[in-house]
């Protein structure tokens, strides 16, 4: 059994938190998760014998000894940031590019397109740019159609 890197050991309040934690079974899957791998680095088990025993990676158990280590139990604990692109326009800008799509067509068009509300919103200075997809996306989300006879609002 070789020593790791970043050891764990747990103060008596942590250890009940983390038991806490792991037998109530109300908190997210992956905070479990780790609150096991945690539990069980504490009692001294190699990565591998923790992984197999967590159904996890090992790469998982290196990564949350680590951030326990060096970041304390909270941060071990929680999600960090998820990678990608972050979204181009916020709800407000969602929402008045919706409007501007339930208003009328410009002058020459007998209905907005995707093209002409992607243009507007780069003409608004919303956005440097802006796919036609994205657009699709932002109005997906909504309720309403334009050419159906419900808007989704009730007849009441």
Not at 30 to 55: C, F, N, Q
Not at 123 to 143: C, G, H, P, Y
Request: a positive charge; charged letters at 30%.
């Amino acid at each position: 059994m070789t020593a790791s890197k970043y050891p764990v050991k747990l103060s008596d309040s942590e250890r009940e938190y983390l038991q806490g934690i792991t037998r109530r079974g109300k908190s997210p899957a992956r905070m479990i998760k780790r609150a096991l791998i945690l539990r069980k680095a504490d009692e001294g088990l190699p990565d591998s014998a923790i992984a197999e025993s967590t159904d996890v990676g090992a790469s998982t158990v290196a990564r949350t000894r680590k951030r326990f280590v060096l970041e304390g139990l909270e941060k071990a604990l929680s999600e960090g940031p998820w990678p990608g692109q972050r979204p181009k326009l916020d709800g407000k800008q969602e929402a008045h590019l919706v409007a501007i799509a339930c208003s009328d067509a410009p002058q020459g068009h007998s209905h907005w397109t995707l093209q002409l509300l992607a243009n507007k919103v780069v003409e608004m200075e919303f956005a440097d740019s802006i796919s036609v997809e994205t657009v699709r996306q932002i109005l997906k989300k909504t309720n309403s159609s334009r050419g159906s006879t419900s808007n989704g609002a009730s007849r009441r």
